[in-house]
């Protein structure tokens, strides 16, 4: 009785839910105001944000906001390309410093280097004279005596040389020289360290010994004590990239909101500060100017443990960041080794100087009554920001945390938006559980957004697709992510709404064990993925919302290599869709994917050394078996788990198929390499180092996330050698071998990149600027959102919402406004 009710009481429940989230969410109709409405975007997000400071938060739904709060010395584009952005313009110099080559003079280098270099070679100086090195080969300790048992060879001078590009408007130029010692080489006709040979200086040195100590040099251990000593004076050439940045004037930070008219006083000067909002509050005051101190203050404390940012592995390579007394708008960042990557990550956010000083950090710690006298502790006098806080006196950082200060909940902004308080100065300013609202930033440097407001609408995780959708076909949202079983739907109601498809950087694959022993072999790899029916898994499994991929990378970044081919052999005949036979057996051919061929990838089993032993594939007397697993809950990948399951049945495979929740799944399973097979995706990431997946040393019971134990010389080789190329084109090149070596080994049967698609509703237009006027002011006319230029954009449709604009009716569009 109880189930014959349940079937009747659970749909009213749910219909119940579902129709009362409309009327708190406004619909079209139900706005008092229209020109309010016409005034914002509206969108839905599945939790709460909490934490505003992007470098110590680690929820998706905290960057959905602070994105809009956040800007950095470089951004990325909307082709995924890093470019200048608060600095401009940007270079990055190349400091080397280096042992004077073989039989060369200081003199004879500096002319050398400015006949090839020119005016990119901006300094050129001797930083150690030369001298000697002594090793006594009694003890193979140094010395500096000049006696019988004492060897000696020549320390030779070094010289520490920069190479700087001309900087240009709107561009990154480099003067990084990754193969400078080849070109050394190359110049001067000789190895230019050879005279350095450890193994050379060892043999010389036993030659030149004293006869009674001959007998007694251990060669490995000689070797190695003259390999220490050279290797304390620093290795041949020690390479020191430096990103070099002009910082723009006129930037400024924004600070609130407030409601006390205080705020809005200068507190140095007394002056009234400008400021945009209601008098009596909320309002925001135009703060101190963006320069090169917030740069460094930002970059210093990533590398500071005790500011605890979850990114800070991202850093710690920085050898030092600078500041110049002279010009508070040149910053410098210096690495200490060659790290091409290391760009994108200075796109994160700058954090303000006058919020995150030291001392306003004590001021804070104070109020909430966690300063020096609290703790028991005495502040150092006479520190400046840079000094490092003596062991035993106050640091902020350790009893304030990061997570814990008033930033987090009322952040400064450098992006085209704030934060609009929901209920006066209490925090959070948002609230949890229902709305999180943005009002636009009227101090913003850029383009300004065509709307004033942004409002984030908060639903229950459980039910937020569904109620989303039912709030937006009422009108009461902007945007809507559609599953991939609704898009033909809207597709087909292109007079309400708006359909952008577009490829994230995301994939799904199938990963081999590779360390397991049935699975080490590339053949029986390849084998196993051909006996999956990829084209199928896209048909059924993801309604033909995904293109298929044929290697290790996202195909909408320029590091995927379009025009990687699998060339294969056949071993068999095959059969058109008639039954025909199709003579191919022995031919070679080059595919871009690997075709669903039961047959075929049996009889490279066979040739693998497997029989058919009553349908089974038996090796040495043991079956092919794998243990198959997945995470547990529906959805599309234990769909393609169930799929390609069955498929191997039929290839002969015996298959354990098990499922574990999420945690389980991950830290018992696939990081402790305990499987043979898992189904996942990768997303997420846009630069070409892909150690942490591929790397033969990054398996993950080393700590990396190579969940394949897939191992290759040559990829790991390549995977090095890109790190030190800063040479866009040349990055796309090795990146496409990297593609190419690892995918010939099918460590992965690489499935698809899903499709993600927004639907907007048709009022919302794209404010595109066609020009300017003869004052030199824009000129914006009203096009279609799926512009063919927005299509086009690798970058996520997010990139675009500062200029978009919500009409009171759905315009009428020609053929001509996808276009022009």
């Known amino acids: 009785m109880w189930i014959k009710r349940s079937l009747v009481i659970v749909p009213v429940v749910l219909i119940a839910f579902l129709v009362q989230s409309i009327f708190w969410v406004p619909g079209v109709e139900t706005v008092a105001n229209n020109d309010a409405r016409l ?65 060369q003079t200081p003199e004879g280098i500096e002319a050398l280097l400015r006949l090839k270099y020119g005016e990119k070679l901006k300094e050129f100086k001797v930083v150690a004279e030369a001298g000697e090195f002594g090793i006594d080969l009694k003890t193979l300790k140094d010395s500096n005596e000049d006696a019988p048992g004492v060897f000696r060879f020549a320390k030779p001078a070094k010289v520490r040389i920069l190479l700087a590009p001309t900087p240009q408007k709107g561009k990154i130029v480099s003067a990084v020289e990754p193969d400078f010692d080849a070109r050394l080489k190359e110049w001067l006709g000789i190895e230019p360290f ?21 007998a007694g040099l251990d060669a490995k251990k000689l070797s190695a004590a003259i390999g220490a000593m050279l290797e304390a004076d620093g290795p041949d050439i020690a390479h020191a990239p430096i990103v070099d940045f002009t910082i723009q004037k006129g930037i400024h930070w924004v600070d609130g909101p407030f409601f006390d008219p205080a705020e809005r006083k200068d507190p140095e000067t007394g002056k009234e500060l400008e400021y945009f909002g209601d008098p009596d509050g909320p309002f925001w005051v135009k703060g101190p100017e963006v320069q090169a101190r917030d740069a460094k203050l930002t970059f210093d404390y990533l590398k500071d443990v005790n500011f605890n940012s979850p990114r800070r592995s991202s850093y710690t390579s920085i050898e030092e960041s600078r500041i110049f007394e002279d010009d508070p708008y040149h910053f410098q960042v210096v690495y200490s080794e060659l790290y091409s990557p290391a760009l994108g990550d200075l796109t994160g956010s700058l954090l303000p100087y006058h919020v995150w000083n030291r001392e306003a950090w004590t001021k804070e710690a104070i109020r909430k009554g966690r300063g020096p006298d609290d703790i028991g502790q005495k502040v150092a006098e006479g520190l400046s920001q840079w000094d490092p806080v003596p062991p035993g006196m106050y640091n902020p950082m350790l009893h304030l945390p990061s997570r814990d200060r008033e930033f987090s909940l009322k952040p400064s902004s450098l992006g085209y938006m704030v934060l609009e308080p929901l209920h006066g100065d209490s925090l959070p300013l948002w609230e949890n559980g229902k709305i999180c609202r943005l009002r636009r930033n009227e101090f913003y440097w850029q383009r300004k957004p065509e709307f ?49 498809k577009r490829q994230p950087n995301q994939y799904e694959y199938l990963a081999f064990n590779n360390s397991r022993p049935q699975l080490s072999d590339p053949l029986v790899r390849k084998a196993l993925s051909m006996a999956i029916n990829v084209e199928e898994i896209l048909q059924y499994v993801v309604y033909n919302q995904g293109s298929r991929i044929n290697g290790p990378a996202y195909p909408v970044l320029p590091w995927y290599n379009e025009d990687h081919m699998i060339t294969h052999t056949w071993r068999t005949d095959g059969k058109d869709a008639a039954g025909n036979v199709i003579k191919r057996k022995g031919k070679t051919e080059k595919m871009k994917f690997l075709p669903y061929d039961i047959d075929e990838a049996r009889a490279l089993l066979m040739e693998a050394g497997y029989k058919d032993v009553n349908g089974k594939l038996v090796k040495d007397g043991e079956p092919l078996r794998l243990q198959f697993i997945n995470s547990s809950g529906g959805g599309a990948r234990k769909n393609t788990a169930l799929l390609a399951k069955e498929q191997w049945a039929k290839l002969g ?134 512009h063919e230029f927005i299509k086009g954009a690798r970058a996520n449709l997010r990139y675009f919402f500062p200029e978009l604009l919500r009409r009171e009716d759905i315009p009428q569009w020609q053929d001509q406004d996808f276009k022009r």
Not at 49 to 63: Q, R
Not at 195 to 203: G, I, K, P, R
């Open 39 to 103: 005034d914002r975007l509206i969108f839905y997000m599945g939790a709460n944000p909490e934490d505003m400071n992007s470098w110590t938060s680690t929820k998706t739904s905290d960057t959905t906001i602070s994105d809009y709060l956040n800007e950095g010395l470089l951004r990325i584009n909307q082709n995924y390309e890093t470019e200048p952005w608060i600095a401009d313009p940007v270079t990055v110099q190349h400091q080397m410093t280096f042992r004077l080559p073989t039989g």
């Open 194 to 214: 050879s005279a350095w040979d450890v193994e050379s200086l060892a043999a010389n040195a036993t030659a030149a010994a004293p006869e009674e100590l001959k």
């Open 452 to 500: 004033e407001f942004i409002d984030y609408y908060v639903f229950d995780p459980n039910m937020g697709r569904e109620t989303a959708e039912v709030v937006f076909n009422s009108g009461g949202i902007d945007i809507y992510g559609a599953r991939d079983f609704q898009v033909e739907r809207y597709e087909e109601m292109t007079d309400r709404y708006t359909v952008i």
């Open 653 to 786: 495979v015996d298959v354990k198929y098990d499922e574990y929740e999420w945690n389980v799944f991950i830290q018992q399973y696939v990081m402790a390499l305990n499987f043979d097979v898992c189904v996942l995706g990768w997303s997420g990431g846009i630069d070409f180092d892909s150690r942490q997946l591929w790397r033969s040393d990054s398996w993950p019971t080393n700590g990396g996330l190579n969940l394949a134990a897939y191992s290759n010389p040559k990829a790991d080789e390549l995977m090095d050698k890109i790190l030190k190329v800063y040479d866009y084109d040349e990055q796309v090149r090795i990146s496409h071998e990297i593609f190419s070596v690892i995918a010939d080994d099918f460590p992965y049967v690489f499935l698809y990149s899903p499709y993600s698609t927004t639907v907007l509703d048709g009022r919302i237009v794209w404010r595109k600027e066609t020009g300017r006027d003869a004052q030199g002011n824009p000129i914006y006319e009203d096009r279609p959102v799926n």
